[in-house]
């Protein structure tokens, strides 16, 4: 297994856990800020670690025709 393969499926982890430890969180009647956080915690780096791999899609390319006045 190469490293992207690997880096995809723990953000895809990440991701879910952090989901359901807030919708648990959430729909519980007794509130335990300490698994929301944690909860948070995990959603971002999920979506940092996947947000990582996005190239951007600008060319930032000067128009060879154009000259500078």
């Given at each position: 297994?190469?490293y992207?393969?690997?880096?995809?499926?723990?953000?895809?982890?990440?991701?879910?856990i952090?989901?359901i430890?807030?919708?648990?969180?959430i729909?519980?009647?007794?509130?335990?800020?300490?698994?929301?956080?944690?909860?948070?915690?995990?959603?971002?780096?999920g979506?940092?670690?996947?947000n990582?791999?996005?190239k951007?899609?600008t060319?930032i390319?000067s128009?060879p025709?154009h000259?500078?006045e």
């Amino acid at each position: 297994m190469n490293y992207r393969r690997i880096k995809k499926i723990i953000s895809i982890l990440l991701v879910m856990i952090g989901a359901i430890a807030l919708i648990s969180e959430i729909s519980s009647i007794t509130k335990n800020y300490y698994i929301q956080s944690i909860g948070v915690v995990f959603l971002m780096l999920g979506v940092f670690l996947i947000n990582t791999n996005v190239k951007s899609k600008t060319k930032i390319d000067s128009d060879p025709y154009h000259e500078e006045e």
